[in-house]
């Protein structure tokens, strides 16, 4: 059981609002240690994890790292960087942030997903364009942000990445089409996409603009 201390550390850590990169490698020498490891061996089985699931392992930086700006006002500094632009309203924003999330999805750019980007500055800007015309936000309007925002990140990133020559979404779709009898260039692939990218964020923009318009009209009684 003295082995499952490490559960232990990170739930206590967590619970008492520590330093999370650090819980998470004070976790991981203990549970080492416990196990019978000397400090080298366990060195360089952090680092060979590390390499091994790097992918998995740049997400969690990523989570923490914004964790840890959120923590210290960055929702807050959004907000209040949004309500200085005039005119701004929560449809342009999320349409200005499809622009922005497919160009780095075509590069295969990830800014951290739902969690890690929309949530803490997305989301806050958004509120802060209704605020910064109503005073305050309705909730049901907050509600629905969430999914135009989240419906934006996942419409982009879809079909964003596969506008990256080799990633895993074009991979993908050169193998399903190779399956069904037809031979695809990687680039001439991207050169295909490139409208029907493009098309699919005109569309969701103009979704998400006219139903935050509407959702202006109705929830607090103003013609727009």
């Known amino acids: 059981m003295i082995k499952l201390i490490g559960v232990v550390i990170v739930i206590v850590g967590f619970a008492l609002n520590l330093n999370n990169i650090a819980i998470i490698l004070v976790a991981g020498f203990v549970t080492g240690l416990v196990?019978?490891?000397?400090?080298?061996?366990?060195?360089?089985?952090?680092?060979?994890?590390?390499?091994?699931?790097?992918?998995?392992?740049?997400?969690?930086m990523i989570m923490f790292v914004t964790g840890t700006l959120e923590r210290n006002g960055?929702?807050?500094?959004?907000?209040?960087?949004?309500?200085?632009?005039?005119n701004a309203t929560a449809g342009i924003v999320i349409a200005a942030y499809g622009v922005l999330r497919l160009i780095l999805a075509a590069f295969n750019v990830s800014l951290g997903g739902t969690a890690g980007f929309v949530r803490p500055v997305v989301m806050p800007m958004a509120i802060g364009a209704v605020e910064a015309k109503h005073g305050q936000a309705n909730e049901k309007h907050v509600e629905e942000l969430k999914?135009?925002?989240?419906?934006?990140?996942?419409?982009?990133?879809?079909f964003g990445q596969v506008l990256f020559i080799g990633g895993g979404g074009a991979l993908l779709v050169q193998s399903t089409l190779k399956n069904l009898g037809?031979?695809?260039?990687?680039?001439?692939?991207?050169?295909v996409e490139v409208?029907?990218?493009?098309?699919?964020?005109?569309?969701?923009?103009?979704?998400?603009?006219?139903?935050?318009?509407?959702?202006?009209?109705?929830?607090?009684?103003?013609?727009q």
């Open 35 to 60: 196990g019978g490891m000397d400090l080298i061996k366990i060195l360089e089985t952090i680092g060979s994890s590390f390499v091994a699931n790097r992918g998995m392992a740049i997400f969690i």
């Open 74 to 86: 960055l929702r807050e500094m959004a907000a209040k960087l949004i309500a200085k632009i005039k």
């Open 147 to 158: 999914g135009m925002s989240s419906g934006m990140e996942n419409t982009t990133w879809f």
């Open 182 to 191: 037809y031979e695809t260039d990687l680039a001439e692939l991207a050169k």
């Open 195 to 223: 409208p029907v990218a493009i098309f699919a964020l005109i569309v969701a923009s103009i979704i998400y603009y006219l139903k935050d318009r509407h959702l202006d009209k109705t929830l607090y009684g103003q013609n």
